[in-house]
């Protein structure tokens, strides 16, 4: 029986590609193969990967503005094939022409930066009127319809969100070279908002289901990824049902600190604590989000650290007595925060040093509700402490008061 012609030519080729490699796989140490423009294998020798990742990671550090734009693979990929079309062409050792095919591609990457709409679908939030929080849009499935046909979306795109069949949905706009960086963009933009809302929902099990992109010049890219980004907390029972966003909702949770929230976020010039508040909340909204003991316990002592430590030179003492004097003007109470906070710090040690992996959930819960509250009173306290420095004088004077 004869072999199909299709697969006869791509057994003939690695049959080759076979060869070559026992032929020169003792004179020379290589780590990629390719073909030039007649067709011959070639090879790049040892170092060929230092190389590429090199090159990326030195166009990264030159034009920081690129990070924004485009993934770090895919940069990788258009560097590969500069280098593969160099080696075909025998122009390896031109750094002017290679130079200038480098400068080519980043230009053309710059200039290909468009806008992509997101949209998002998510799980256990129940939306009825549509809301803006931050910078990302919550519609239902009636309102997401209308969204499409208002940014004249496409119709594949229409059809999509139909056969998706979901009722709730996240949309915000990036800008990026690639879906996949708009994809990376908004996941980021995206989560951030409902770790703000995890702020004040910790004992919801909601997130994000799937992506879905489409791009302003109309590429259609459909996302479906059935990620299991939804996590259970370990320890804490959870409450079921959905959350529910609406007028009154987001007027409440307003009320109760998303109102300071979205100030110091659309602020230029945060203050030191306004910074480590934000990334303080982003810490806890992943302790909600994921279901691992141990990492939520190290998320929550690095984001409690960072609001009442200064640096590494002050420890445990002074990270359990902030803790007490931030939370509580009662003596009594003061101790027993005081004593849990010291009592978590001491674990976290250990679970660096490897020591003890073995997690008290009571002691987490309880430093895990300490940060939630700790969070909500720095709030109110932001025009009164610009920095770590100011809570640290706050309770020198409250102890010797």
Known sequence: MKLDENFSKQAKIIAKLIIFRKKYSKKHSYEAVDKNANGEIICFKKGYFKRLHRITNEIFSRRPYLSEVICEDDLEKEVRNILLDAKRKKLEKSKNVFAEKLRAMLSKIKNNVCVWIVITPLGNIKIKQKQEIGAVNFVNGKNVQKYLSKNKINIEAKQWITNYKEENYAICSVSAHSSDKAQEKAKEKIEKILNWLRLFYPLHNFGIKGYYDEPKHYTFIPYNLKTKSIGHHGGITRQTGNIVISKQAIKDLKKFGLKKIQ????????????????????????????????????????????????????????????????????????????????KAYLKRNKIVHNADLEIDKDNYIQIWQIQQQLIFILLKKTSKFKETADIANFVEKEKFS
């Open 263 to 342: 100030k110091i976020e659309k602020k230029e010039n945060k203050t030191q604590l306004e910074k480590k508040i934000l990334n303080a909340i982003n810490w806890f909204g992943q302790t909600v989000k994921y279901d691992d003991l141990i990492n939520n316990h190290l998320r929550v002592i690095a984001a409690l650290d960072s609001l009442v430590l200064q640096g590494p030179g002050e420890g445990n003492e002074l990270f359990s007595e902030r803790i007490a004097y931030l939370y509580t003007k009662n003596k009594k109470d003061r101790k027993t925060i005081y004593k849990i906070a010291k």
